[in-house]
């Protein structure tokens, strides 16, 4: 299934171009999300493409991107300030609204988290608002330099070590966080809100997720990211936080594509359209349900296989199947088989309507086994031929007879 992600450019808060990349699902998204990155860090962090592939897979589309003098973006780190964040934001969700739809959810990882609560009742479209390891005033963040707060304050700027970077940091950024309670904020926000922390952040302790979520109205909701640190390093904090912001969510969005219903079962295989799309259908075959669908390049979202991709499977299916029968029955030691299928239409090899060799086509399937076992050529050569009488073969080359009638 393709996931796009497309690099796009928006005017920021000091006319800067700011760098942002657009994750959209298969098909047309559900919702919109825009997420905000930690201090002094990317769009590109772990944690956030985590996020964004998790929210695809739910039919959610999203934006994030990075602030003024960070990442890809233009504009100089020293002249930014936590007001330039949240203008940063509103920023980005009138480039969503002009090109795709409005946020309905905002999603915030530290200094982030700060600024999707500061910002979400300046967008009317928010719906729901995440954050990870957020501080409870944006002030908070000045204990990753404290040592250096009278040095920047007699200075009026100085650089100060973050991580394993350097950054300057003014006093009017120190004087501009001062002014912004978060803590306030988040009790006037009329939007849910999910607060997920770790119990052993060391650079936002949990004690501010309990002043937030103490804070803030109902419904709200709290999950503990018990091991995690800060910045959610390892892949399993950053996939469980992911999944758990993708569950929660749903249950406040407005779907703005929603597909039509899934089918019943009235028969052994029903195909419907979904609505989304030219060609993307819902498939029912039985307790089963998938989506068929073209590539790209033809016009589809390629959101499941093509037709013809599903027939070169029936007959890989059916041809291993047949094969695995056969080899229990005469107690063969085939370990396993793999099928390869390849189809494309060639001209007939023997077509008496042919015209200077052009004319009827043919379907042309390749199909290559590999058969894996302690096996004597005799039994290897046996597996083969009874390959070629499995069902879905002997329906190919023998052609079918279609009876169409119209309900």
């Known amino acids: 299934m393709s996931t796009p992600s497309h690099r796009v450019t928006f005017t920021g808060s000091n006319g800067q171009q700011l760098a942002g990349r657009l994750d959209l699902p298969a098909t047309p998204p559900t919702a919109m999300a825009l997420f905000a990155h930690c201090f ?40 930014t300030d936590f007001s330039s964040n949240q203008t940063d934001l509103l920023a980005a969700a009138d480039w969503l609204r002009a090109n795709h739809s409005a946020p309905q959810l905002l999603i915030g990882h530290s200094l982030g988290g700060a600024a999707v609560i500061s910002v979400a009742g300046s967008i009317p479209e928010v719906r729901a608002v995440a954050t990870i390891a957020a501080p409870a005033d944006a002030a908070h963040v000045t204990t990753l330099f404290t040592d250096e707060l009278p040095a920047i304050a007699a200075e009026g700027c100085r650089y ?24 306030e904020r988040v009790a006037t926000m009329r939007a849910p809100l999910l607060v997920m922390h770790s119990p052993i952040d060391n650079t936002v302790g949990v004690e501010n997720a309990a002043r937030l979520f103490t804070a803030a109205r109902h419904p709200k909701s709290f999950v503990s990211l018990d091991g995690a640190d800060h910045l959610l ?12 912001i993708a569950t929660w969510a749903q249950r406040y969005l407005v779907a703005e ?11 052994p295989v029903v195909v419907a359209e979904t609505g989304l799309g030219t060609f ?17 390049d033809v016009g589809g979202f390629d959101a499941g ?13 059916c041809t291993s199947m047949t094969m695995r029968m056969y080899a229990q029955r005469k107690q063969l030691a085939l370990r ?4 390869e299928v390849r189809h494309q239409k060639r001209h007939a090899d023997d077509c008496a309507d042919c015209v200077d060799g052009k004319g009827a086509l043919t379907d042309h399937f390749d199909r290559h086994l590999v058969i894996d076992g302690e096996l004597s050529d005799a039994d290897r050569q046996s597996l083969v031929k009874i390959a070629d009488r499995c069902p879905v073969h002997r329906t190919l080359e023998a052609g079918s007879r279609i009876v169409t009638t119209v309900g």
């Not at 396993?336 to 099928?339: A, F, I």
């Open 257 to 267: 594509h929603a597909p039509l219903p899934v089918p019943a079962a009235t028969a």
């Open 336 to 339: 396993r088989v793999t099928v």
């Open 233 to 244: 390093s390892r892949r399993e904090d950053a996939v469980f936080a992911a999944q758990i």
């Open 40 to 79: 002094t860090c990317s769009k590109d962090l772990f944690a956030a493409g985590r996020i964004a592939a998790e929210l695809m897979a739910a039919g959610i589309g999203v934006l994030r991107f990075d602030f003024a003098g960070l990442g890809a973006s233009e504009g100089d780190f020293e002249q």
């Open 160 to 183: 100060v070590k973050i991580g394993d970077r350097t950054f300057p940091i003014r006093q009017a950024f120190v004087d501009d966080l001062l002014h912004h309670s978060v803590e």
């Open 280 to 296: 993307l259908n819902h498939v029912v075959a039985g307790d089963h349900r998938w989506l068929a669908d073209e590539p790209v």
């Open 305 to 317: 296989p093509s037709p013809y991709d599903m027939l070169a499977a029936a007959l890989g299916a």
